[in-house]
């Protein structure tokens, strides 16, 4: 079967070893045709007068929209599914710290100092830490549920002073987070809304919500109840599987809905079960990013997480190990292909929320008052197919990956880590030891030069440049599989970076975890920019999603861009039929914000770009 290509060479060795196994690396070559309508953005089908597409000849659709409504309308539609996403896994991880406080889940806090700072910050005035956690998660809801026209009120709280400030002044607060998706469902039907920019400043909002909430409030959340990153070295790839363990894969975004099973498997009773059938124990294997945040937070979860594996395109090849016994999932990056490769190597899957349904998957809705009931279902669900399966299934573990990541990255382990401030490397930028700072974050996909090619070797150029690199989302799983989080990639930077990596021994490109990640890189720049009194578009700093593969991407981008950030892409989103809206999203809303688009498909001249953004930022701030 043909296959694209891959940044991880060990990965793909080891799928063409697999011929009898079809996945995602098999399928590109068939759908390499594009629908140049959908590549566009031109094609509306909101109505059975439709589908229309816009052509020159054909400039407006039967009712009249023309290239740029119809263009505008697919992309706030796409932000606001991405939006929802992050703002459902908020709501739950709010109801969970709820539950956590009620004494409902048997969830313990393991972030103490987390908890205090919010309570603080939200000014809280109970000091019980139970009903702390209580208030804290009553705020966040009651923010989530406000109407529309009412400003959610831990904006302020949570934004630089800076950005809350312009964006009051361009109108773009947001209102209640799921009034504002659903007003933006409602604004791009049909015969509605055919302002474009209004539409694109609506997106804006969506952006804000997203990240401030969506990423930053459910990174807070998840460090109470789960604790927080701590800076250490892990192993990663398939070789974190040891087939002498019952090994459960994990997939999704939600960790909450996994914590309690964490301190499940590695009870006596737990450990009874596995022997008493020929297992050493159970472990957790992290896929996607869910497995991407337990790595952060590794330090604290030793014996039940075996490690994290991969990015989302890596799930398919870890299941044809056949090291896996169970599938559980929570959420998407859980792609539908995994689930004929279960049924070939008989791997059971479990649910624990119907929006990520599989086909042939057991359901298992997720109740806070009832996680230990579904941590104990989960346990035996996997030793049945452990007792099942093993023995008829052959297990094949490559050796992949490598030994000394460095993960646990976030605002408060790295500042620890400099001493306690920033200062050292806002000196280390200003004497140009490091250029400056590129956030090469989100997704993989297969289609920009092949399975991370293009944020490997994009991340190459920038470190070769003495630009240190931040990693968050899926990118984090392709970086670290190919050794770049490994302190040993010093090697691969330029002359003043390789220097500062050997001397204070880390990696040029520091891995702060999963997509909702992108939050505490947001909490970085803010301190940086505070120290400094600046605002953030001030910073040396570029981000690049080079992979983005969907609609959560975009609600990314939307508050990379109210950030005031410059944000490369490799592909462009579906927006190119309109010259209006592509023009607003690479050059007007600079403007406005600060932020831009730049569009790039080839590797080298995408770092130059940065890197001349980089360094003109870096002589303002000199100068």
């Known amino acids: 079967m043909e296959m694209c290509t891959s940044a991880d060479k060990k990965l793909i060795d080891f799928m063409r070893s697999k011929f009898e196994v079809e996945?995602?690396?098999?399928?590109?070559?068939?759908?390499?045709?594009?629908?140049?309508?959908?590549?566009?953005?031109?094609?509306?089908?909101l109505c059975t007068n439709g589908p229309c597409r816009i052509t020159p000849q054909s400039p407006k659709g039967v009712c009249g929209a023309t290239a740029d409504t119809i263009?505008?309308?697919?992309?706030?539609r796409s932000v606001a599914a991405g939006a929802a996403c992050y703002l459902h896994i908020l709501e739950n991880t709010a109801k969970n710290l709820r539950a956590l406080g009620q004494g409902k889940n048997g969830l313990t806090i393991k972030g103490p100092e987390t908890l205090r700072e919010l309570a603080e910050m939200f000014e809280i005035e109970e000091t019980d830490p139970a009903q702390q956690a209580v208030k804290i998660a009553e705020r966040v809801l009651e923010d989530l549920y406000l109407p529309r026209e009412q400003q959610m009120t831990l904006v302020e709280k949570?934004?630089?002073?800076?950005?809350?400030?312009r964006w009051k002044e361009l109108n773009i607060l947001p209102g209640g987070a799921k009034s504002e998706v659903f007003d933006a469902i409602v604004k791009t039907s049909t015969n509605l809304s055919s302002d474009p920019v209004d539409m694109l400043l609506h997106a804006l909002k969506l952006g804000i919500a997203?990240?401030?909430?969506?990423?930053?409030?459910?990174?807070?959340?998840?460090?109470i109840m789960l604790g927080e990153p701590q800076i250490t070295t892990a192993k990663v790839g398939f070789s974190v599987v040891d087939p002498d363990y019952i090994n459960i894969m994990v997939t999704g975004h939600q960790h909450s809905l996994i914590g309690v099973l964490q301190d499940?498997?590695?009870?006596?009773?737990?450990?009874a079960l596995a022997s008493k059938n020929g297992a050493k124990g159970f472990k957790i294997v992290g896929c996607t990013c869910v497995g991407q945040d337990m790595q952060q937070r590794g330090a604290h979860y030793r014996k039940a997480f075996a490690g994290h594996v991969g990015n989302n395109f890596t799930s398919e090849a870890l299941l044809a190990t056949g090291g896996i016994d169970l599938v559980v999932s929570d959420f998407n990056c859980t792609v539908p292909g995994i689930e004929t490769i279960c049924e070939q190597f008989q791997v059971a899957q479990i649910c624990l929320d119907d929006v990520a349904k599989k086909s042939n998957a057991d359901f298992i809705r997720f109740d806070s008052s009832e996680a230990a009931d579904i941590a104990e279902k989960i346990m035996h669900a996997a030793l049945e197919s452990y007792t099942r399966r093993r023995g008829k299934v052959q297990v094949d573990i490559p050796d992949h990956g490598c030994d000394d990541a460095v993960t646990g990255l976030s605002k408060k382990s790295l500042k620890s880590f400099l001493g306690g401030n920033f200062k050292p490397l806002i000196d280390l930028i200003a004497s140009g030891k490091i250029r400056g700072v590129a956030a090469v974050v989100g997704c993989s996909n297969l289609t920009a030069k092949g399975h991370d090619v293009f944020t490997v070797e994009l991340t190459k150029e920038l470190i070769k440049r003495d630009i240190i690199v931040l990693s968050a989302g899926c990118t984090s799983g392709g970086l670290e599989n190919v050794g770049l989080t490994s302190p040993g990639a010093a090697e691969l930077a330029g002359d003043n970076l390789k220097e500062v990596c050997r001397t204070l021994g880390i990696p040029p490109v520091l891995n702060f975890g999963p997509c909702l990640a992108i939050g505490r890189l947001e909490t970085v720049a803010a301190e940086l920019a505070q120290a400094l009194d600046i605002d953030i578009p001030e910073l040396p700093l570029v981000l690049s999603a080079p992979q983005w593969l969907e609609e959560q991407a975009l609600a990314d981008a939307s508050f990379g861009l109210a950030l005031g950030l410059p944000i490369h892409v490799a592909?462009?989103?579906?927006?190119?039929?309109?010259?209006?809206?592509?023009?607003?999203?690479?050059?007007?809303?600079e403007q406005l914000t600060g932020g831009k688009v730049i569009v790039e498909g080839e590797i080298v001249p995408a770092a130059e770009k940065l890197a001349d953004i980089i360094e003109q930022k870096r002589k303002a701030l000199l100068s």
């Open 23 to 45: 996945t995602s690396f098999n399928r590109v070559s068939s759908q390499a045709v594009k629908c140049g309508f959908g590549m566009q953005g031109v094609c509306c089908r």
């Open 71 to 76: 263009v505008a309308r697919n992309f706030l």
């Open 158 to 165: 949570l934004a630089y002073r800076s950005r809350f400030q």
């Open 210 to 223: 997203t990240g401030l909430y969506g990423l930053t409030l459910t990174n807070y959340l998840n460090d």
């Open 264 to 271: 499940k498997i590695v009870t006596p009773e737990a450990d």
């Open 571 to 589: 592909i462009p989103p579906f927006v190119t039929g309109s010259q209006l809206v592509s023009k607003v999203l690479t050059e007007d809303v």
